[in-house]
């Protein structure tokens, strides 16, 4: 087994930026892809993640930082900051400097400069962490190729991941407007089948596009989507029990941190549904506690309305009474003369 | 540590539910969270005799529309997916986190959607990443339950814009992006709809 790092796309591409990602500093995922070998022997104390897709492609996993993780990333944050306070002075300084040459050259030296924003706790970007805890997998190196599918296997940290979508970094379908987590235990074979579908112009899966279809309207209309796996995940190496199926839950939006296509995963029963673009938990437990706090509001309402009722029913009887008496006094009033 | 600064503004998706005039003092933060009454944003003119070469085009020249929609939200839906384009949609991911934002700021990108569209671009060039804002656009907005109508080049050119490897004047964006909400809350176009 070759022993990898998980050094994410945005981490290792950094390098080709002048930006400030260069500053941030986090343990790298480790993890370790099973080949494909007729003797595979999987740890009982470790946990895997087991892909099935039905193409070569790449999918992409985020591992959710512990709170220790986040705390650190918070505390590199701060300390970039006070850093950047401190150069603000020399900052506009410089600014200053480049800005008088630009303008009294007409232009004619260097370039104008951008005039710089002074950094503050609440202006101050920094990236999201979960941005460099990706693995991805495939599409070289599969586990299995079973006939209609491709299985990719790594040995990968338990905990909960989040599906990130298909597709090489720059090319990513991010699920960005709706996807699903799931929870890695240790010692389990957590399997997911992930892949690709096209779409008719209202959105409905269909099996071919219509002749003449654009390449732009191709590109657009693709869907992604994550399931449980099929049969053909159970590859007969791994002991059967061991495999189960990623218990999915939604996950409303994530960012474009690879400047990919946005996407959303495909409706999934009992777990994920969409209201236009918003995320609808559709979990049995999520369901039935909102029909109960519809109930709730009903009963409420009709609580309200049965005091008003009472109300007005006083309200009426009042007026009665006061009417009744004003009757009477009418009536036992001296006749006028 | 050598740092170049990074200002980002974090503004929240849903926009301020007041007019703002324009000034000349305003800064791309402030052009981000501008929000304009729908009578000081002129209607674009969408009227043309259609062509079999417009037809041919409506893959990359379109506009949005949704029944029943305002122009602020509208406003708020197409800013929302154009973070998305450009990378500076913040996700909202775990229930405890506060409500998705957006990243704003003069180095923002870097923080999104930077590092991707350089490969990108490396590898396939400015074309690659013009294709890429208009499959998220497309995307986003029909997500959203927007409808989308073809139109004539010139027409469109007038109120949007293509962004490749360079990017658009902050100002110049959403300005456009305000000219494209006003139409998206306008009257429903007699137009056929193109869908996704």
Redesign the interface.
Known sequence: MIRTLAIT??LA??A??????L?QKIDSIEYERVRDRDDVVLDPAKSYLLVESSGMDVSNF?L?PTQEQRDDWERQRQE?LA??IE??PR?MSRYTRQERTWRESNGRIGREP?L????TN???????I?SRRVISFGPQNRFAKPEGASLWLHEVPAGEY?FYGLGM????ECA??G?V?FTIEPGSVTAVKVGRIL?????NEISEFPDGT????V???IGIYIDPPSDLAYDPRIERSRIVAAQFAP??????????????VQPIDNVIA?D??QVIDMRPAAVAARQEAARAAEAEMQAVDDAAQAYQDVVDAAAEAVDQAAERVEEEAPAPM | ?K????????ACTGVPAFAQEASDEM?D?DWMAWVPAAEEVAMPDLAFVEEQSDI?NY??YYYFHRADTDFTAAFADIRECDA??R?L??????PDMTA?MV?Y????????????????DA?YGSAEIR??R???M???M????YSRFGLEKDLWEEFNFEEGSSSVAEEDRQRMLAQQARVASGNRPQAQE???
């Open positions: 796309a945005g591409l950094s080709m930026l002048a930006t400030p990602a500053a985020i959710l970039a850093e950047a150069d603000y900052d951008v710089p924003i002074e950094p609440e202006n101050f970007g920094w990236p999201d979960e989040i970094p720059g090319f990513t960005c407007m996807s987590s779409l008719d112009t209202q959105g654009s390449s732009t309207d590109a657009t209309r996950v409303p939006s994530l960012s474009n941190w690879g400047g990919g296509m946005v996407s959303r969409y236009r673009d | 540590m740092f170049a600064a990074i200002a980002i503004v974090l800064t933060a041919d893959e990359k998305h384009a990378g949609f913040r996700g909202n991911h775990t998705a990243q700021g003069v180095l923002g990108g870097a923080v999104g959607g930077l590092i991707g569209s350089a490969i990108a590898i294709r890429k208009r499959i998220n497309r995307r986003c029909f997500f959203k339950g193109l869908g996704l």
